[in-house]
């Protein structure tokens, strides 16, 4: 048991990690916006599974659902105002 | 055997996860426009809660779930703020 969550805590972990890398590395905003969705939605997902795993209960599902139905209000929004934004 | 696998690929995992907070921090500081500013405290806002996460995970108790979720419920509404401060350049009209 203890193997399942460490390794899924370890490929959540990468997960974010290559997300951040992505936000460093790629040269618009719009093609920014992309690598940080991998982190927010599988890598929260794996790492709550880990949670989950670990310690019998589902409280950490509500985590993963959350950000799950958050991050693409969020981006839309912020993507919205920076059209806006370089429009004017 | 599975115990010290377990310790090692926590600290394995918080490693990653810090770094990764310091390449949003990095972004934050360099970012040309507002928006990738704004990005990036939503990423490094992101990969403190997962930090939160594997610190519970790595103490064995459920108290740092708590502050997993606030920090998630606070991002994404400090996010949205930002957002729409960016959009009209005032928060609430």
Redesign the interface.
């Known amino acids: 048991?203890?193997?399942a969550?460490?390794?899924l805590?370890?490929a959540?972990?990468?997960l974010?990690?290559g997300?951040?890398?992505g936000?460093?590395r790629l040269k618009t905003?719009y093609e920014?916006?992309h690598p940080?969705t991998m982190?927010?939605t599988l890598?929260?997902a794996l790492?709550?599974t880990?949670?989950i795993l670990?310690?019998g209960?589902a409280?950490?599902l509500?985590?993963g659902v959350?950000?799950a139905l958050?991050t693409p209000?969020?981006y839309v929004?912020?993507v919205?105002?920076?059209r806006?934004?370089r429009r004017s | 055997m599975?115990?010290a696998?377990?310790h090692?690929?926590?600290i394995?995992?918080?490693v990653?996860?810090g770094?990764?907070?310091l390449?949003?921090a990095?972004?934050i500081w360099r970012g040309p426009?507002?928006?990738?500013r704004?990005?990036?405290l939503?990423?490094l806002y992101?990969?403190a809660?997962?930090l939160m996460?594997?610190f519970?995970?790595r103490s064995?108790t459920?108290l740092y779930?708590e502050a997993?979720?606030v920090i998630?419920?606070l991002g994404?509404v400090a996010?949205?703020a930002l957002?729409?401060f960016?959009?009209r350049g005032e928060v609430i009209e």
């Open positions: 048991m203890s193997y969550v460490g390794l805590a370890l959540g972990a990468l974010a990690f997300g951040a890398l936000l460093v905003f920014r916006v940080p982190a927010t890598g929260t790492i709550a880990a949670f670990h310690f209960t409280h950490a509500l985590i959350f950000m958050t209000v969020t929004l912020l919205g105002a920076a806006r934004r | 599975s115990e696998f377990l090692a690929a926590l394995a995992s918080q990653l996860l770094a990764g907070m390449l949003c990095w972004r426009a507002a928006e990738d704004v990005l990036g939503d990423t992101v990969n809660m997962l996460l594997t519970g995970l064995s459920t779930f997993a979720l998630a419920l994404f996010t949205v957002a729409r960016l959009l």
